[in-house]
Nanobody, 127 residues
Framework: QLQVVESGGGLVQPGGSLRLSCAVSGFTLDDYAIGWFRQAPGKEREGVSC????????IYADSVKGRFTISRDNAKNTVYLEMNSLKPEDTAVYYC????????????????????WGQGTQVTVSS
């Protein structure tokens, strides 16, 4: 059974850092593209970042460029989202999603492109 599970959320002060993890099971991570999304209260879910399978092409939303870094550890079947210089507007539930199997050296930070979703992890940025 394919599963995607997020972890690492929590409460952090503005300017702080968090690292989110997306652990996958039931499939081989290196054959899948992974996306990170977030949904703030009263807002639509939006794409934050994604990483392709194999060649690890990455894409970032303009709002997080230079602050967030996505990476993958295929041996651990885990994708990470390193979040630095956090702002109150980064507060949201963060979701991980997977698409595959695919060998395309690309990813799309769009909800409809993904097949499997996790339950989300809350990130709150507040003093």
């Amino acid at each position: 059974q394919l599963q995607v599970v997020e972890s690492g959320g929590g409460l952090v002060q503005p300017g702080g850092s968090l690292r989110l993890s997306c652990a996958v099971s039931g499939f081989t991570l290196d054959d899948y593209a992974i996306g990170w999304f977030r949904q703030a209260p009263g807002k639509e879910r939006e794409g934050v970042s994604c990483i392709s399978s194999r060649e690890s092409t990455t894409i970032y939303a303009d709002s997080v460029k230079g602050r967030f870094t996505i990476s993958r550890d295929n041996a651990k079947n885990t994708v990470y989202l390193e979040m630095n210089s956090l702002k109150p507007e980064d507060t949201a539930v963060y979701y991980c999603a997977a698409r595959g199997p695919t060998v395309q050296p690309m990813c799309v930070p769009s909800l409809g492109w993904y097949d499997y979703w996790g339950q989300g992890t809350q990130v709150t940025v507040s003093s």
